[in-house]
């Protein structure tokens, strides 16, 4: 026990010891001023400091520098000094910045921010294009904290979760850093390579910082933090800010630094408020502090994130640039609430590299060798911004016990406490876990899917799980069966699956299935059982049509080159009618009936709607994501989609031996598919597919195609990329050739946040135009008006749209009401 306390206590004085030149810096009140930023002048070498004031720079030889010390609302300080050996100390006093209105000709005709910001968003795009290219060495660290963490969640314990909190359940909930070399080309090239990565508590892990995650260029017209957010110098920011000039001031080169309140026209709006510092006569950003809540950026955790950026002039260069930059957030959601900080810290940057767009592949993030293997030793060296007490005492409690919480006795305790069983379980579910082995199963509760239908009426399943986990790169072995057991037809069928993928960077997945199943005439299963039961039970409209399919399947799927995905499986079916079985209902209308389960005719009462036969079906189908880039971890790769180009699917199908030659059938399809950001003016999305049939004049009505219709007046999805939310479900179903057609465009606030009243709720207006054409059919349109984001607070997942359908002229109209959070319960 000594021998492990003298350990600790040598390891916290190793983190507090090295430096080369560090010291603290305060105000006049010796007050620590956190994110100062320090480098030598006339470079960018530098750093910030800590919470608590402290900064370290390290620097690569013994000479004499000009150290300056630059923090906003403080006059900037310069110190000489000669340094002949380290470690060297040098602390700091920073006195409040005299900002004036003196030296301003204030114009009564105009306001003098007005003239200000009007230069600089004049001169946004030259800024923006000043630097074609780049490399830079990058230095990010993020901290999360929670405070007053319930001791419970829906349940589940979370002392096994969270470690280190203190005595009102407060304490660091994530800590990660990393050091990376960057490379940038104009307008959009930006490549990262992270040469050091610590996770807090996880030796192995990987920290999720990374420089393209936190490039806000404020250049750029709109920022994307969540949505899109309208720069303070957009070119059209007069439309959502106003400004106010709250004074001036010379920095160290003698710039005049013009101090602008940025000001919402409309609260609501996708806009920024705080304070911009704008360089006279070069209109450049100096520094900004902008913050934006979580309600405007439409976050719903978020309460309200800040962004300081600091920049800097070289001389040698004749550029400014940004050298630091801080995202302070707090977050409050069921029951759970923080904050945190994300440093950023850029150096050493060389304005003059051999860089082409051939420098440049589709690799975005790469990690060099035993990146996250890196000693204290080497952290010490090169960390530019030193931790706090906080940070330390987390590095040292997590890690210290990282190896006692992933021993088999420690793990082996945990699952004891959690796989108790308990009588509740029986009704709600239970899961099984071995953490040391790394797997688990259990079963899920019975309720979670109960429902009714008029084939087999009340019915529910009863779905198994196991899961063996093979390391950490999520290679895995997984097995279900599911059961269900309908009432009234007095049934029992269940099916079983196994999965196993081979390794995270092409996603191999070989999938071995087989059972029998109820199954909806469309695969797309447009109808959702829960919004069925209700409608069955409630208004007697049994939309749900079902047929019995007993399968065995294969399949397999793999990335066979970056960004172009194969899908396969060959299937066994044996296809079986059914009829109703029941005609329960609790309101039962003397004037309105069940329809049959054909879906072709709703009066074949008790008729099989097809002959029963087999059939062997084949399926290849590919994804092509245009443009995608993606990560590269160790043994892991995460393919980040190119919202610049549309991802295009290709897929044909066959259908062959079948128990009756008419059966057969060949399709070819392809569907095309994007969504894009224009700006302020919202997002666009759109989804076109086309499909012909050969051979397929009598096949089964199951082989279809079948356009997603709507009877219920209820939305399960965010988006109607992939419905029509006026069309009976099986009245456009056909084996020719067709054409579907699907866009919205949500405005994000443009329209609504200008009429008075209404842009104090946040809500977002949607419009919508769909159409289906096919062979023998008159075309069929639907257009569609909505407002999405409704809800309470941070609770939004409501939808309501107007749709009017025409096929030939008017048919009818509806308002749907959007539950999107159905789509997560189902």
């Given amino acids: 026990m000594t021998k492990n306390l003298l350990t600790l206590f040598f390891v916290f004085l190793s983190f507090q010891a090295f430096s080369q030149l560090k010291g603290r810096i305060t105000d006049q009140n010796n007050s620590p001023l956190p994110f100062v930023n320090v480098y030598i002048e006339n470079s960018f070498t530098g750093t910030t400091s800590n919470d608590e004031g402290y900064y370290e720079l390290n620097l690569s030889k013994p000479d004499t520098y000009t150290i300056v010390f630059q923090f906003l609302g403080y006059k900037t300080v310069k110190k000489e000094v000669e340094i002949t050996q380290f470690p060297y100390q040098l602390n700091a006093t920073l006195s409040e910045e005299q900002i004036s209105l003196n030296e301003v000709v204030i114009n009564a005709d105009e306001n003098p921010a007005d003239i200000i910001m009007k230069k600089a968003i004049a001169s946004r795009k030259a800024n923006l294009e000043k630097i074609n290219a780049f490399k830079a060495d990058f230095y990010s660290r993020g901290l999360i904290r929670i405070k007053n963490a319930p001791e419970k969640f829906f349940g589940q314990e979370m002392d096994d979760f969270l470690i280190g909190l203190d005595s009102t359940r407060s304490g660091i909930l994530y800590l990660s850093e990393t050091i990376s070399e960057i490379e940038y080309l104009r307008p959009n090239k930006l490549k990262e390579k992270i040469i050091a990565s610590k996770v807090s508590g996880d030796n192995n892990g990987f920290s999720f910082n990374t420089a393209s995650d936190v490039d806000f260029n404020f250049y750029n017209n709109t920022v994307e933090l969540g949505n899109q957010i309208i720069s303070p110098i957009a070119d059209y920011a007069f439309n959502y800010y106003k400004y106010k000039l709250e004074g001036v001031f010379y920095d160290d080169k003698g710039n005049l630094i013009n101090k602008i309140k940025v000001i919402p026209r409309r609260e609501n709006d996708r806009i920024f408020s705080g304070t911009i510092y704008i360089v006279d006569n070069q209109w450049t950003i100096y520094a900004l502090e902008l913050d934006i809540t979580g309600i405007q950026a439409q976050i719903p955790p978020a309460e309200v994130i800040t962004i300081t950026q600091n920049f800097s002039y070289s001389d040698k260069d004749q550029l400014w640039v940004i050298i630091s930059q801080g995202i302070d957030f707090s977050y409050s959601m069921f029951g759970f609430k923080g904050d945190g900080r994300y440093t950023a810290v850029y150096s050493n940057y060389n304005f003059t590299p051999e860089l082409t767009k051939k420098s440049f592949g589709k690799e975005i993030l790469s990690f060099a060798n035993e990146a996250n293997k890196k000693d204290s030793t080497y952290w010490k060296s090169i960390r530019p911004v030193p931790l706090t007490d906080e940070e330390i005492s987390d590095y040292l409690i997590k890690d210290s016990i990282q190896t006692v919480r992933e021993s088999k006795p420690y ?85 079983a699956s196994f999965r196993y993928k081979f390794n995270n960077i092409s996603k191999p997945f070989l999938t071995l299935s087989g059972g029998v199943q109820t199954q909806q005439f469309n695969e797309a299963q447009p109808i959702s059982p829960l919004v069925n039961s209700v409608s069955s039970l409630f208004f007697e409209n049994n939309y749900l049509k079902l047929y019995d399919k007993s399968f065995a399947e294969v399949g397999y799927s793999q990335e066979i080159s970056n960004g172009i995905n194969l899908y396969s499986n060959l299937a066994y079916e044996r296809r079986k009618a059914l009829v109703n079985t029941t005609d329960q209902v609790f309101l039962n209308d003397q004037n309105d009936i069940y329809s049959s389960n054909n879906p072709r005719n709703p009066n074949a009462f008790g008729i099989p709607a097809f002959d029963t036969h087999h059939i062997l079906k084949f399926n290849l189908n590919a994804r092509f994501n245009f443009g995608q880039d993606y990560l590269s971890y160790p043994d892991s790769k995460v393919n980040i989609p190119n919202s610049s180009y549309p991802t295009l699917f290709v897929g044909y199908e066959k259908g062959f031996s079948a128990s009756e030659n008419q059966y057969n059938f060949d399709q070819v399809k392809v569907r095309l598919t994007q969504r894009f950001n224009i700006g302020n003016k919202g997002d666009f999305k759109y989804n076109v597919k086309a499909g012909t049939f050969f051979n397929a004049d009598d096949i089964g009505f199951m082989d279809y195609y079948h356009p997603n219709g709507n009877q219920t007046h209820i939305g399960t999805s965010s988006t109607y990329l992939n419905v029509f939310n006026n069309l009976p479900y099986y009245a456009l179903s056909t084996n020719n050739s067709y054409l579907e057609m699907h866009a919205e465009h949500d405005f994000k606030g443009l329209i609504l946040s200008r009429v008075p009243l209404i842009n104090k709720l946040n809500y977002n207006l949607v419009i919508g135009a769909h159409a289906f054409s096919t062979e023998h059919q008159k075309p069929y349109q639907e257009f569609s008006i909505g407002i999405d984001n409704i809800g309470f607070k941070k609770f939004r997942f409501l939808r309501v749209d107007y749709v009017r359908s025409y096929q030939n002229g008017y048919q009818g109209d509806a308002v749907i009401f959007g539950l999107k959070f159905l789509n997560i319960i189902e």
Wanted: no cysteine.
């Fill in 411 to 495: 793990l082996d305790s945990i699952d004891a406490k959690n796989n108790h069983f308990k009588l509740r379980n029986i009704v709600f579910g239970y899961s099984h876990r071995n953490s040391f082995e790394d797997w688990s199963m259990g079963y899920s509760s019975p309720l979670s899917d109960f429902q009714f239908n008029t084939v087999q009426g009340y019915n529910s399943k009863l779905n198994f799980y196991y899961r063996k986990n093979e390391d950490e790169f999520r290679r895995y072995f997984s097995a279900n069966a599911t059961f269900q057991y309908g009432v009234s037809d007095e049934r029992l069928r269940a099916t």
